[in-house]
């Protein structure tokens, strides 16, 4: 062999060396797992020799770009332990399932029995969980059954001082989460406290417990949760320290608390989601009580294009609710119907929040001292609740929203005595039944201290007849107009079934949306809507209601 030749292979070695290490290093190893023809003391890295269990993926350190594979139609029990690993923003650490030849299932299923977690990301960045299933139902762990310990089918912690990001969940499937073995029962005493005193299930949750720690670009979509003890997916940081999340594309059904939950949360976007059955309580084991979605303590969250249906439980347990704390929340877009405790509930010390564009069916139909209830339900409520001295809400925008309430609810309504800086405008009130105002249920805001409601802008909202918002109120609106909107399907459960047909009573007939007087700010992302929620444009002066003709 010639030099020439020689220097030709020894150099085409070293690119293809080159090219090993690169391809390596960036896109990492393959481990496969498969809990019948695997074994531990495999190197894994092959899919004729996987690995066997969870424990054995807990053990290994994984680099940027490594994919940990499970076979499906599997069943793995125990949890999976990812913590302290580091991938790439181009390179992630994915967890996922892979196919084998005549399995009709398509993910592996991980039965984290007895196990606190299904899935644990602790202290972890770029990491991406797809196709999986997960549950977790019951058998006690061994620790105490109190308010912090708790089962979730995904949870995900940070507890160091450093930034944390690019977590990512996709089609992931978790359902029977529970903390307890079926057969406990709660006393009634524990649904009436702020999120309950004993250890639950959780679908998934992300926790900063961290001061100074960040966690940051979250994403979870195309992923179904269903039938937890307790919250199906949650946000929580005590400081503000959960920043840029992504919610969307997910199904949230039969939680035993709120559907979707988010506290310390700064920048948000929750769309295209739907939430049924909320605050269930057809199992012992649930909480019995929660909202489709409700935020607190956060900042600039949008919340959009959203179906919220059928929350139940004695307090709460609205559509959407805002608590106290927050500020430039919009929700906008959404559908919300037969939710027990109504549709727009904001509480106090909220800044610039607002419900415009949404549909609202038959929400509120909660009636206190019934069936253990201790709120009334209702369509609109501006609560000055924040713990401590009431305060605001301040600067709530409610617009061109569309409500229907069939003739045997009674729409309930509540302003609190402090809120200052209030807009009601464009909306269609179609209440075919009594309306009257309710106590705010934390107190009476009629009888108790004195009425300090300012800057109120209500004006230009359509009413099926008088009385409908109730005539010996405070506030009024200076400028009704009273007509049937003759909705194409009244108390139909789609949004086409509230586009009016009577023409002349809502085209054009809405104000152009202006900050309130005492307002610099209105909302950040703008008061000016381009489109109603079926995507129309919005030509001329807006329309009444939701839906732009």
Same mark, same amino acid.
């Given at each position: ?44 890295? #092959? ?21 940990? $594979? ?29 196919? $084998? ?32 299933? %997960? ?78 720690? %960040? ?62 059955? #909320? ?7 649930? /909480? ?5 979605? /409700?935020? /607190? ?5 949008? !919340? ?123 909306? !269609? ?7 009257? !105002? ?30 409908? /918002? ?28 509230? !586009?009016?047909?009577? %023409? ?29 929620? $079926? ?8 329309? $009444? ?5």
């Amino acid at each position: 062999m010639s030099k020439i030749h020689l220097l030709i292979m020894t150099l085409r070695k070293i690119t293809q060396l080159t090219l090993f290490l690169f391809t390596t290093l960036l896109f990492g190893e393959t481990y496969y797992v498969n809990p019948t023809y695997g074994n531990d003391s495999y190197k894994g890295t #092959s899919i004729l020799k996987p690995w066997k269990t969870l424990e054995r993926i807990n053990k290994h350190d994984f680099k940027k770009g490594d994919h940990i $594979l499970l076979a499906s139609g599997y069943e793995y029990k125990g949890s999976i332990i990812l913590k302290n690993e580091i991938g790439s923003k181009e390179a992630p650490i994915k967890l996922s399932s892979y196919v $084998l030849e005549n399995i009709l299932q398509q993910k592996a299923y991980i039965n984290a029995k007895g196990y606190l977690n299904g899935i644990l990301i602790e202290n972890s960045s770029h990491i991406e969980v797809e196709n999986v299933e %997960i549950t977790a139902n019951g058998t006690l762990s061994p620790v105490t059954n109190n308010k912090k310990s708790m089962r979730c089918g995904i949870l995900v912690l940070v507890t160091d001082a450093n930034t944390h990001q690019n977590i990512v969940l996709n089609d992931v499937y978790v359902h029977n989460v529970f903390f307890n073995d079926k057969g406990l029962k709660r006393g009634k005493e524990e649904v009436k406290t702020a999120n309950g005193t004993q250890s639950y299930g959780w679908g998934i949750r992300f926790i900063n417990n961290s001061k100074e720690g %960040i966690l940051k670009n979250l994403v979870v979509k195309n992923t179904v949760i269903e039938n937890v003890a307790h919250t199906g997916l949650k946000f929580t940081s005590k400081s503000r320290r959960i920043f840029d999340l992504k919610v969307y594309n997910n199904q949230v059904q039969e939680t035993g608390g709120p559907g979707m939950q988010m506290s310390g949360v700064h920048d948000g976007h929750v769309y295209q989601n739907y939430i049924n059955k #909320s605050g269930s309580n057809d199992d012992s084991r649930k /909480w019995g009580r929660g909202s489709g979605l /409700w935020t /607190w303590g956060s900042k600039n969250v949008l !919340i959009e294009k959203n179906t919220f249906m059928n929350a139940h439980g004695p307090g709460d347990s609205a559509g959407v609710h805002i608590d106290f704390n927050c500020s430039d929340i919009v929700v906008q877009y959404n559908f919300s119907a037969d939710n027990a405790g109504g549709f727009c509930e904001i509480l106090g010390n909220n800044y610039n929040c607002s419900y415009r564009y949404n549909i609202s069916v038959n929400d509120g139909y909660r009636i206190k001292d019934q069936d253990g209830a201790f709120q009334e339900g209702k369509i609109f409520w501006l609560s000055g609740f924040c713990k401590g001295e009431r305060r605001g809400p301040y600067n709530s925008y409610f617009y061109n929203n569309t409500i229907y309430v069939k003739n045997d609810i009674v729409a309930k309504i509540a302003v609190d005595r402090v809120s200052n800086g209030v807009l009601i405008a464009n909306n !269609i009130f179609y209440i075919e039944g009594e309306s009257k !105002i309710v106590k705010g249920d934390q107190y009476n805001p009629e009888t108790e201290g004195e009425w300090k409601v300012k800057d109120v802008f209500f004006k230009n909202n359509a009413f099926l007849k008088v009385e409908n /918002w109730p005539p010996n109120y405070r506030i009024q609106d200076e400028d009704p107009i009273i007509g049937n909107p003759q909705f194409m399907n009244k108390g139909g459960k789609s949004i086409t079934d509230y !586009i009016p047909q009577n %023409i002349k009573l809502v085209k054009d007939r809405g104000v152009v949306i202006q900050p309130l007087t005492n307002d610099s700010i209105g909302l950040k992302i703008g008061l000016k809507v381009m489109h109603d929620i $079926l995507g129309n444009k919005i030509k001329n002066q807006p329309d $009444l209601g939701a839906i732009e003709l």
